[in-house]
């Protein structure tokens, strides 16, 4: 089976430009959460959703927003970008709403 | 969640047993133990995780001490690249992912 699926790999984003990350889950699973990794730091927890619905908000700002679609696959959308939004994006799915299995994530560079 | 505290380095000799230690001391009854490794710029990867017996698999063993304030995570021959950065999570179980910390975790070096 494939793992944890996400796109695109890297990206180059300029300040104040929209980006919007993709993941898809395992087969199976109805769980989608995202992270956020600085360089030098543990990943932070950013959304979950659980069977189309947001469980689990982390504490960032209104610029970011994501949802899940029927097929539980995920996006995440991050308006007006900064510097410092600057990160490794992970994506984790899980059958249920605890921690799951990671993907390979999206490195996002904001110049 | 409980917090979980881990040394930020270790080193250990290719072939030899890694043992990366965790202490949860405010760990609650029903909160597993996760373990995570996090290879360089990769996403990061489960190990194992536990709530009160030892628990084994193909890639390592989770002990877990009787009053479950700590544990210890072994690899048993470690390998060039068992090298990352290994974080040790609580959580309960059926919680959601919300207000996870991984902390900044163990940089395991394994040395040829």
């Known amino acids: 089976d494939a793992g944890v699926t996400q796109s695109p790999t890297h990206l180059i984003k300029t300040r104040g430009q929209h980006v919007t990350l993709r993941c898809s889950p395992i087969?199976?699973?109805?769980?989608v959460s995202w992270y956020q990794q600085v360089l030098g730091q543990g990943p932070q927890f950013i959304f979950q959703?659980?069977?189309?619905?947001e469980r689990g908000r982390g504490n960032f700002p209104d610029r970011f927003s994501a949802r899940q679609f029927p097929n539980y696959s995920s996006e995440l959308n991050v308006n007006a970008l900064l510097l410092g939004d600057s990160a490794l994006y992970l994506c984790?799915?899980?059958w249920g709403t605890g921690l799951g299995y990671f993907g390979p994530g999206t490195r996002l560079t904001v110049t | 969640d409980a917090k979980t505290t881990q040394p930020p380095s270790m080193d250990c000799a290719e072939g030899r047993a890694a043992n990366l230690p965790c202490n949860h001391s405010?760990?609650?009854?029903?909160?597993?133990v996760y373990w995570y490794r996090q290879i360089h710029s990769q996403g990061p990867q489960y190990i194992i995780h536990?709530?009160?017996n030892n628990e084994t698999n193909e890639m390592a063993s989770l002990i877990i001490t009787e009053d479950r304030k700590s544990s210890t995570l072994i690899l048993p021959h470690a390998t060039l690249r068992d090298t990352a950065v290994y974080y040790c999570?609580?959580?309960?179980?059926?919680?959601?992912?919300?207000?996870?910390?991984f902390g900044k975790g163990t940089h395991l070096i394994i040395q040829p």
């Open positions: 984790a799915s899980s």
């Open positions: 405010t760990i609650s009854g029903n909160e597993y």
């Open positions: 536990g709530l009160k």
């Open positions: 999570i609580a959580l309960y179980s059926g919680g959601g992912a919300d207000g996870l910390t």
């Open positions: 087969s199976g699973h109805k769980s």
């Open positions: 959703y659980y069977e189309k619905e």
